[in-house]
DNA sequence: GTGGTCTAGACCACG
DNA sequence: GTGGTCTAGACCACT
């Protein structure tokens, strides 16, 4: 469920950071599911548990998980707002591809179909 | 022309590089035009010289300029192979964006529609 | 009358010794009236029965409640000095304010008009 | 200038955290000051480098002060939202008081009119 | 020199 | 068992 990549360049624990996020987002977590012990993790994914616990610890101060002391760490209720933001990065990312191509002068309607086209190939696998 | 973010996350040198690529990519700077000398960017740019110096060194090896010892570093005449790389990675992005709109099961053309949008609101100045 | 809130930063085991606390100062619980059974107590509560026992111990300690062995908890007679108690915590917590207004070069009658403006709107309910 | 008290509850980050925000809000360090290196830091309160670094770094995601990375850590320009901050607290603070005092029944102005006067007698000094 | 990340291992409080 | 904090020491990227 959750995969680490060390040639990524994103540190371990913002990789680990997305992948909880992700799998909220996309409602593969359950709201209040206990998640898996930072101990655990750690033993699962052959990562120290420092790194573990400062990713839990992030996504506790961004509201993505509560954390009971003694007791372990579970899911926040919020994927609504989990969505809402993550649909937020993605136009705002959109906006900046738009910026760009209208810099380098490059159409935009040209652009979008292509990126449509190659995309549907790679995705029909 | 070039303009330095200390508060940016990109480290300096690439924040050259990239000023650099983007004025090439524009036609801002024509081919074989001499780039400001490392010791007078450094002092236009409040920036330790090393930094300028690998941002050159780098944009050297990337083809992106060429360096006459003795006389300075100049535009290389590659502009089309620029454009065609920034607009290879731009439709790279917009493909990653597509695969995280589907997984989150949101509507694609429906997203590039609010994004266009709201670009156009933000560009109407 | 007693609630635990999971989400809370304070253990729960501190939770507890609150709640009672408060209900005896507020005379919500009358002096010698028998407290729920530590079991009891842990299956309304969906808590540990270690936690209810540190709790109450920790009670006993201060002298806000006694054992019976094998009868149960009962609640002392000693309502007026923990509202004395209250009391001074609270004094000192205004004392500690008062400072911190002070470093910081706020208006101390500003500030307590203004507190006690917002407080009064929340109120009115 | 930065005081720990290893007796005190807190953590230790979380103390230096508030220091160098108290210091800022007091206007103590001016804004784009260049903040003691972590190294320093470390050396100067004896206390392990990553204690320091993770003070900084929840610091900067507060927006308190900004990093570059190879330079040092510098002070943000935000002492008019900090102070805001900070009485806000207060404000929330008194507020949580009064609905204390409330529930047990004392009077607020003599409550405050004591805390006042116990905190000149203090203060006289 | 600077900050950023990670590991290893320890200790504490809580349940 | 759980999470939270801290130390020691290492390595990396950047200036």
């Avoid at 909220?24 to 994914?45: E, F, H, I, T």
């Avoid at 649909?87 to 906006?95: G, I, P, S, T």
């Amino acid at each position: 469920m959750i995969n680490i990549d060390f040639k990524d360049r994103r540190p371990i624990y913002q990789q680990l950071m997305d992948s909880v996020e992700d799998l909220a987002a996309k409602g593969l977590l359950k709201a209040n599911a206990q998640l898996p012990s930072v101990r655990q993790l750690a033993v699962d994914l052959s990562i120290n548990p420092n790194t573990i616990q400062r990713a839990y610890a992030e996504l506790e101060k961004r509201g993505v998980l509560y954390t009971v002391p003694g007791k372990g760490s579970f899911l926040s209720d919020n994927r609504k707002q989990l969505l809402e933001d993550k649909e937020n990065k993605l136009l705002q990312a959109l906006r900046d591809i738009f910026a760009q191509a209208l810099e380098l002068g490059l159409s935009l309607d040209d652009l979008l179909a292509r990126a449509k086209n190659s995309f549907k190939e790679v995705t029909h696998d």
